[in-house]
Structures are given as C-alpha cells and as structure tokens.
C-alpha cells in the first residue's frame, strides 16, 4: 500500500543545516503526470554540492519549495504509484534525479523503451541531463545487482569522467601535473583514476586530503603521490600544474594558489566537500578560479559524439570503479524520515567517512 501522505526534508537555503520535515497529502495528478514511490536514494557529498551552487545552477528549482526553503535532489529508484501517462503504467519502476522525499510527480515526455524526460513547465531551461530517466526494465545485465553503486557513485565517477574528458580536451591547459583536492571524495579519486590511466600519461596525479584519510587515499592506489593538506608547499611549485578542487575550501585553495602562482595554468572548482570553509578571495594568484558546469562539457559531446554517447561511455568507466573499489566501503541503509534527516546533519558535521555509502528512504525502517 502507498503511504497516504508525502513526506519531504526541506532545508533553509542559504543555511542548511537547518532542516525540517514536512508531511502533505498526496497530490491530484493532471493529465500527463505519474506519482512515483521512492524506493531508496543514496546521500553523498554531492548532494552538499547541490546545495551550494542551488541558486547558481538551478538546483532548487527540480522540486519546487516556497522560499526560504528547498528540497534537494537526489539519485535514487522509484516507481509509478499512480499514472495519468498513456505511456507509462503502475508498477513501472525507474532510475533518476529525485527529491528528498517520500513520492515525486513527474511528467513523462519524449518516452521510449529504455526512458523519458520530465517535461514539466518548471523544469524547462535545466540541464538535460537532470530530466532524464531510466526504466530499469530496460537495463544491461552490467547494472544487475549493483543498485547503491548505481545511485550513489555512478552520478559522481560520471561527473569524474566529465572533468577528465574536459582537461583532456584542453590538453591538460598545458600542465604537467594534476593535483586533486579532496582526493578521498568519489568524485576525486574516480578522477586520479581516469586520468591516470590515459595513454601517454600526460600528467603526474597528485592526491591532497585531510590527514585521517591519507591511508584511505593511498589504499586506492590511483594517484602518483598522496599529501595531506599541510604537506601542500612541499610540492616542487616549478612543476606546471593544474588543479581540481573538490573541497570548496577557501584557505586551502588559497595555499594552492600562494604556491604555484603562475606555475598553476588551470584552477577548477567542481565541488564543496568543505563546505562550511568555502568562499572566495579576489586577490589570488595564477588564474581565476572557474566553476566546472558538467552539463556543459555533456552537451558539448553530445553534439559532437551523438547524444547520449558520453553518459554512456561515462557509465561504463564509473561501473569498473565501483567494481574495483568495492571491497573499501561498506552499504548502510537508512530508514524513516527523521532518520534520514540527521543522516543529513550527519554528512553536513563531516561525520559520515568515504567508505560509507548511505542508501535512504523516507518510508519507514523496513523501505
């Protein structure tokens, strides 16, 4: 049976550690539209991101909220409940952007066998890639089995795979060394991955973290060299260097920036692992700090390679790193919605570590 209210997390927007939960009744669905249970999704430093750059890049704008408020999403499974799509039934389970919530109502378009966008007013204007949703009946036999890999770190190895085809497209801006801060996120490790393992080897990968997960990050074995965040200025700072930051860290990028100065050719900002120390200085040296967009680098591939050959390529690269980095996490399920919030506070507080992967709902402890 269907739980007879929706249930959400909403967080202030400009302040959110501070959550609430809000219940309502379920919505009346207009023609066109689905209501879709959700399943599990999973929480991840991502998710912090979303936050941060929600004004920026129209993340709260997927599930609308009256302000201050807003409604993060996630990736996570879900199925049709209820359907007023011709096109898709109940019972039909799929795989996409999601909120943090018990039930969502999407507004199939564009539907084909193996998926379809929400075509919704509101979410017009956003990154394609965000609207697309799979059916999982449609799935390879690779996804079988893999469902907590696939919603929290297949999203992330493809934003890896996006930033390495970036760089690689730009020739490394003429860096010999990449150095990738927050090494111990899945986004920066999947990173030191791909890019060393690039024909040629057209950079030295250097790995930077915190000090208590220095070993976790050597464990992995993918970059050259792995320093903690206070070992930064005893890189040789003549070597010409481009940097990916994941951490968001103000004072840590600013170090970055002292030590290289015009020897750093590209400083790209993806995420914000530190996201209580972020912000921004203007009087850096080297060049300006540029916000990686991955939709960006996505549709450029796709006008160039076809639609949708990057994510699938991308796909394929983040299912071998999940695969070969299985044995150093482990897979914790989280039930019922206040659980779920301070799942939330949890991850905010630095208190859920890389090796633990949260897969949640909203429902109760039994999913």
């Known amino acids: 049976m269907p739980d007879p209210t929706l249930k959400q997390i909403e967080v202030v927007r400009d302040d959110f550690a501070r959550s609430r939960i809000t219940e309502h009744a379920l919505p009346d669905l207009a023609p066109g539209q689905v209501l879709a249970r959700i399943d599990t999704f999973a929480l991840t430093a991502n998710n912090v991101s979303y936050a941060v750059s929600g004004d920026m890049l129209g993340y709260w704008r997927f599930f609308p909220c009256p ?13 049709v409940v209820r359907s007023r799509c011709e096109a898709l039934a109940e019972g039909e389970r799929i795989w996409g952007f999601l909120p943090m919530a018990s039930h969502a109502v999407l507004e199939p378009g564009e539907v084909s066998e193996r998926g379809f966008a929400d075509v919704a007013a509101h979410r017009q204007g956003l990154a394609d890639v965000y609207n697309r949703y ?56 999947g990173l030191a991955d791909l890019a060393g393992r690039r024909d040629g080897k057209p950079v030295r990968v250097v790995g930077a973290t915190s000090a208590g997960n220095r070993d976790f990050v050597g464990s992995l074995d993918v970059c050259d060299q792995v320093v903690s965040y206070d070992e930064i200025e005893t890189l040789d700072p003549q070597v010409p260097t481009v940097v990916v930051d ?113 897969m949640l709902n909203l429902h109760d402890d039994n999913g």
């Not at 801006?173 to 996120?185: D, E, I, K, P």
């Open 134 to 189: 799979q059916r999982t009946r449609a799935d390879p036999p690779e996804l079988a089995g893999l469902e907590a890999e696939r919603s929290a770190l297949v999203p992330l190895f493809t934003t890896s795979f996006m930033i390495d085809d970036f760089l690689a497209d730009n020739d490394w801006f003429g860096a010999r060394q990449l150095l990738v801060l927050s090494a111990s996120s899945k986004t920066g490790f």
């Open 246 to 358: 994941m951490a968001g860290s103000a004072e840590v990028r600013a170090r970055v920036h002292g030590h290289f100065r015009d020897r750093l050719t590209h400083s790209c900002v993806v995420g914000v692992t530190h996201w209580d120390k972020r912000g921004q200085r203007a009087d850096l040296p080297g060049p300006k700090p540029t916000f990686f967009f991955g939709p960006g680098q996505a549709a450029k591939r796709d006008a160039e390679w076809g639609p949708g050959v990057m994510r699938q390529r991308a796909q394929v690269e983040a299912l071998r790193i999940a695969r070969a980095t299985a044995h150093l996490r482990t897979v914790e399920a989280v039930g019922g919605a206040e659980a779920c919030r301070r799942a939330w506070t949890d991850l905010l507080a630095g208190r859920v570590g890389p090796e633990r992967v949260l």
């Open 67 to 79: 302000e201050p408020w807003g409604v993060l999403p996630v990736w996570g499974f879900a199925t």
